[in-house]
């Protein structure tokens, strides 16, 4: 059984930074593209960055280009979302996925994440 567990949320000013990490288990990590997604209340689940699965490739919604950073640990099972400059409309749950199919490429399509995290909430006070 897969699990997905995010970490590392919490209440920031704006400018400030958070890292989140994501830890995996039940399935080979390694070969699988994981991506972060978050939703804000009464907004749909909005792409932020994927990673493919050997870490070379990465990929970024257009609202947190330049400001956020993908990366993975495949020997930790571990993918990580550092967030730098951080602004009030990051403010949203986040969350971590993986993609259903073994290699498959960074999508910001939610319908190609087969497995999900319970969500770590970010608040960021103006």
């Known amino acids: 059984q897969v699990q997905l567990v995010e970490s590392g949320g919490g209440l920031v000013q704006a400018g400030g930074s958070l890292r989140l990490s994501c830890a995996a288990s039940?399935?080979?990590?390694?070969?699988?593209?994981m991506g972060w997604f978050r939703q804000a209340p009464g907004k749909e689940r909005e792409y932020v960055a994927a990673?493919?699965?050997?870490?070379?490739?990465?990929d970024y919604g257009d609202s947190v280009k330049g400001r956020f950073t993908i990366s993975r640990d495949n020997a930790k099972n571990t993918v990580y979302l550092q967030m730098t400059s951080l602004k009030p409309e990051d403010t949203a749950v986040y969350y971590c996925?993986?993609?259903?199919?073994?290699?498959?490429?960074?999508?910001?399509?939610?319908?190609?994440?087969?497995?999900w995290g319970q969500g770590t909430q970010v608040t960021v006070s103006s």
């Open positions: 996925a993986m993609r259903g199919a073994v290699y498959g490429e960074s999508s910001p399509d939610v319908g190609k994440y087969d497995y």
């Open positions: 990673i493919s699965w050997t870490g070379r490739d990465t």
């Open positions: 039940g399935r080979s990590f390694s070969r699988y593209t």
